[in-house]
């Protein structure tokens, strides 16, 4: 075993992040064993795998809900956080990735980047968490790394650098050769790896890949490009050196190949792991805010104690709270201050995860992730830090729900267990969003497609046992100024004895980039204070939740507040924000309105002899078709269809393909809706 001076050097906190049904969870599960960590390999299909715990996953085959496991391989402790590939669930994949030093990226060897793969590499994006790639499946028919290599460069556009060759293909699929050492890795089912010679027949090929492969790495790391140009070569050691750091920097992706299902390719997996993928102490320091001042802390268990929620778990006997250390020390029966609450929480117990089930800890240190039981009001995204050493860190971003259903108990007693329920629900996801109705005091539970609410319903159904009646989903639509107007003056006057209110405002209106509201002064003269500017935007902010045709938030719009005039006693910041508030709404009334309806991207997998019916169905769906291809003996179709049309999709699909047709989808934003009505 490896010894390091500082035991952060040996931590790997790492997800799996892939499409669905490229295989993540079963690398997961092979990783888990290859390690020691579990005795049996579990699979998918029969339901016995460690990550995909919860009953629904199981039912469904599919991996609902991020699942945290703790492994240990070559002296190092590995926490790896097996992800969602479906779409519906990207929030869980969004908080996950906030929290992680580093990820793998499971494709499929037939289809390469799928259109989730690419939504989870641009969330990574976002994050700067270095990857590496594995390309699964290779024991398939049709499989051929070089395809999905090339599809990495052309979608993705890091520099892929493959550091594994395969020997055999499809079925014959045995091992690979590693370009780094040279050697050759084989598998015989239910054995351990084998080291061998590069064979004979396909020494030429190893030789000129290792060749590309230091070209490239030489493109991109400048030690290597010097040796390169000195010696005509890359030694093992810079080479290894090298793509730690090319890793490590984002420059280039790392890529190596297997076949999860059959055991091949985990352990040199592994191997990538630890040697390229980042340590806390490889990883910028966190930064915070503080008082309106930025502050960092080191990854130092001796620094002040600072730790990120990013998953609550709550059940009936409590609530399990998953923390991202960054620095400092957490011990048994600590206080910590929740600095988004603005509350003290103590540490009941600490947890070493394995999805679910869990070994008690005293103590947990910067670098690692656990779970404690104990915390009462946090949630996801708060911040967990020494009292006396306040610091609020960014919290995971959540996105905006686009599918509604209303939901209501069957039995009249069950509706306060049912409002406690969505309380929990809404608590475990942020991306779940529960509302009343103003007009039909319906209770409405808004998520992020189908298949999410789906899931959500039956949580309540399962768990708690409720009787529950679901409405038909529903799009949440937005609405955006299509032509603007311009000097709309409003004056508002309030006089009912004692302080008046008196506020005048000019406004123009204008259409602005999707998705962003911007507010401008162009008073001069002091005609409106700077105080009561940012009233009348406070106010215009206001105006915003509901927009006149049908009452759904507004957006993409700019204001410019160009004049105005105050009172000597009666203006105040109260009147000046009603004054913006009333006024945009004035002035939205007088402008040209375009409602708006999420839209997504569709990729659809078929027989060849199926392409008609389908692309027949997505015209009929309001569809535009923006590409096709012929993939493994299979039609694959992209087109960008309106969300509202693709309810019962599946369903379509399925019955006209025979039950061979699938689709995934994913957003894309925001389009025109054909008519201008009001909808609620």
């Not at 005795?39 to 469904?60: A, I, L, S, W, Y």
């Amino acid at each position: 075993m490896r010894t390091h001076p500082n035991p952060l050097a040996v931590v790997r906190n790492l997800g799996i992040l892939a499409h669905v049904d490229a295989g993540k969870t079963t690398v997961t599960e092979r990783i888990l064993y290859a390690t020691g960590t579990t005795h049996k390999r579990g699979e998918v299909h029969d339901g016995t795998t460690v990550t995909d715990f919860d009953p629904q996953e199981r039912d469904r085959g599919i991996t609902i809900f991020a699942a945290a496991v703790s492994c240990a391989w070559d002296g190092h402790r590995i926490n790896l956080i097996d992800t969602p590939g479906h779409v519906d669930f990207a929030d869980e994949v969004e908080r996950a990735l906030r929290v992680l030093d580093g990820a793998v990226a499971v494709f499929d060897a037939v289809a390469g980047v799928e259109p989730q793969s690419e939504s989870v590499w641009r969330q990574a994006d976002r994050h700067g968490v270095p990857r590496i790639a594995f390309v699964n499946k290779m024991d398939r028919a049709g499989a051929d790394l070089d395809a999905a290599v090339a599809s990495i460069r052309e979608r993705l556009h890091p520099a892929p650098l493959v550091v594994q060759l395969p020997i055999g293909t499809e079925d014959a699929f045995t091992g690979v050769v590693d370009l780094v050492r040279m050697r050759a890795l084989l598998w015989a089912d239910g054995d351990a790896v084998e080291e061998a010679p590069v064979p004979d027949d396909l020494r030429d090929e190893a030789v000129a890949r290792r060749r590309a492969l230091e070209e490239a790495v030489a493109e991109l790391h400048p030690g290597a490009l010097e040796e390169f140009c000195d010696t005509g070569t890359l030694c093992e050691q810079t080479l290894s050196s090298a793509l730690r750091e090319v890793t490590r920097d984002g420059d280039g992706v790392v890529v190596l190949c297997g076949s999860a299902y059959r055991d091949r390719g985990v352990e040199p997996l592994l191997d990538a792991v630890v040697a390229y993928l980042p340590s806390p102490l490889d990883v910028p320091p966190v930064r915070g805010t503080h008082d309106g001042e930025e502050r960092e802390r080191p990854a130092d268990p001796d620094a002040p104690a600072a730790a990120l929620a990013f998953k609550v778990h709550a059940t009936s006997t409590g609530r399990l709270t998953y923390l991202r250390i960054y620095s400092g020390t957490i011990e048994k029966g600590d206080t910590l201050w929740d600095a988004s609450a603005r509350r003290t929480e103590r540490i009941g117990r600490i947890l070493r995860v394995r999805a679910d089930r869990h070994a008690p800890l005293d103590r947990a240190v910067a670098g690692d992730i656990v779970a404690v039981v104990g915390l009462k009001s946090a949630r996801a995204g708060s911040t967990l830090c020494a009292p006396d050493a306040p610091l609020v860190l960014e919290p995971p971003g959540v996105p905006e729900p686009v599918v509604s259903v209303a939901v209501e108990s069957r039995r009249a007693g069950d509706t306060d267990r049912l409002a406690s329920g969505l309380a929990r629900l809404t608590e475990e996801d942020p991306s779940l969003v529960v509302r009343t109705d103003p007009e039909t005091a319906q209770t409405v539970l808004s998520g992020m497609g189908e298949l999410h609410l789906e899931v959500a319903v039956e949580k309540l159904r399962r768990e708690l046992g409720l009787e529950v009646n679901v409405g038909r989903p529903r799009v949440s639509y937005r609405e955006t100024v299509g032509r603007g107007v311009s000097g709309l003056v409003f004056r508002h006057v309030k006089q009912d004895g004692g302080a008046g209110q008196f506020a005048h405002v000019v406004l123009d209106v204008e259409p602005y980039e999707e998705g962003v509201f911007d507010f401008r002064s162009a008073v001069v003269g002091g005609r409106v204070p700077q105080e009561y500017v940012r009233a009348v935007e406070a106010g215009c902010r206001d105006a915003l939740a509901e927009g006149p045709l049908g009452g759904n938030p507004v957006t993409g719009l700019r204001v410019t507040l160009t004049d105005g005039a105050t009172h000597v006693k009666d203006s105040s910041d109260t009147a000046f924000r009603t004054a913006g508030r009333l006024g945009l709404r004035e002035a939205l009334r007088a402008c040209a309105m375009v409602l708006l309806e999420p839209v997504v991207e569709v990729t659809v997998t078929v027989p060849e002899d199926a392409v008609g019916g389908v692309l027949g169905d997505l015209a009929a769906r309001r569809g535009r078709v923006t590409g096709s291809a012929t993939r493994a003996g299979a039609a694959v179709v992209t087109a960008t269809v309106p969300l509202a049309e693709l309810f019962g999709y599946a369903t379509r699909l399925r019955s006209r393909t025979q039950g061979r047709g699938t689709f995934t989808a994913r957003p894309t934003g925001y389009a025109p809706a054909p008519v201008v009505t009001p909808v609620r």
